[in-house]
């Protein structure tokens, strides 16, 4: 089955930037998404496709991608960035939807 | 943006049945895929099933697949997941999702708790 690896855990300092990946096991036909879950809530979407962030996520949240690898950059990142980042694309049958296994985000 | 509210979670013995329902309001439910995705207690997110605008296209994450069956009834703006066949690693919050351009996983509902347990 197809898969997405991302690392567990990431730090970084208050407001500088960091790189969440997440690596595919093969290269991809879709585009890859990206999903924010703070304690007890449910996720959140914060960045998806080519170049998309949803009305109302800070402009700070970025992706992009290289081979297999997709990223989620925050530049400048806050307190409140501090949570849990899923990201997820279809596999490349396209009726399968794989999320990588999450990468929790501390902020010091 | 919409919103999601999911209901029917509770216990059950491995073997039993649940049907989950998840209500849509503020968004024209019938224009829009769904999803049910599944967090186990302290773990990552999980694909389950998805369903086309209309109810004609289905899929299913392997591990469900035969167990599960996502429908929807537009006239009532509501989706479900029928689980059957229940085993202990199905014990999850199960949350309902739109879709987004049938790539991405728009706006979530809160999220039901199912838990498998004899």
């Known amino acids: 089955s197809s898969e997405l690896t991302q690392d567990p855990a990431v730090s970084v300092a208050l407001g500088q930037t960091v790189r969440i990946t997440c690596q595919a096991d093969?290269?991809?036909?879709?585009?890859a998404s990206w999903y924010q879950q703070k304690p007890g809530q449910a996720p959140v979407l914060v960045f998806y496709?080519?170049?998309n962030r949803p009305s109302g996520i800070p402009d700070r949240f970025s992706g992009s991608s290289s081979g297999n690898t997709a990223s989620l950059i925050i530049t400048g990142a806050q307190a409140e960035d501090e949570a849990d980042y899923y990201c997820?694309?279809?596999?490349?049958?396209?009726?399968?939807?794989?999320f990588g296994g999450g990468t929790r985000l501390t902020v010091l | 943006q919409g919103r999601l509210v999911e209901s029917g979670g509770g216990v059950v013995q491995p073997g039993g049945s649940l049907r989950l329902s998840c209500s849509a309001s503020?968004?024209?439910?019938?224009?829009?895929?769904m999803h049910w995705v599944r967090q186990t207690p302290g773990k990552g997110l999980e694909w389950v099933a998805a369903?086309?605008?209309?109810?004609?296209?289905?899929d299913y994450a392997d591990s469900v697949k035969g167990r599960f069956t996502i429908s929807r009834d537009n006239s009532k703006n509501t989706l479900y997941l029928q689980m059957n066949s229940l085993r202990l690693e199905d014990t999850a919050v199960y949350y309902c999702?739109?879709?987004?351009?049938?790539?991405?996983?728009?706006?979530w509902g809160q999220g039901t708790l199912v838990t498998v347990s004899s």
């Open positions: 999702v739109k879709d987004l351009r049938r790539d991405y996983f728009d706006f």
């Open positions: 503020r968004f024209i439910f019938s224009n829009y895929g």
């Open positions: 369903i086309s605008y209309d109810g004609t296209d289905e």
């Open positions: 093969r290269p991809r036909s879709y585009h």
């Open positions: 496709g080519r170049d």
């Open positions: 997820n694309s279809r596999d490349n049958s396209g009726d399968h939807w794989v």
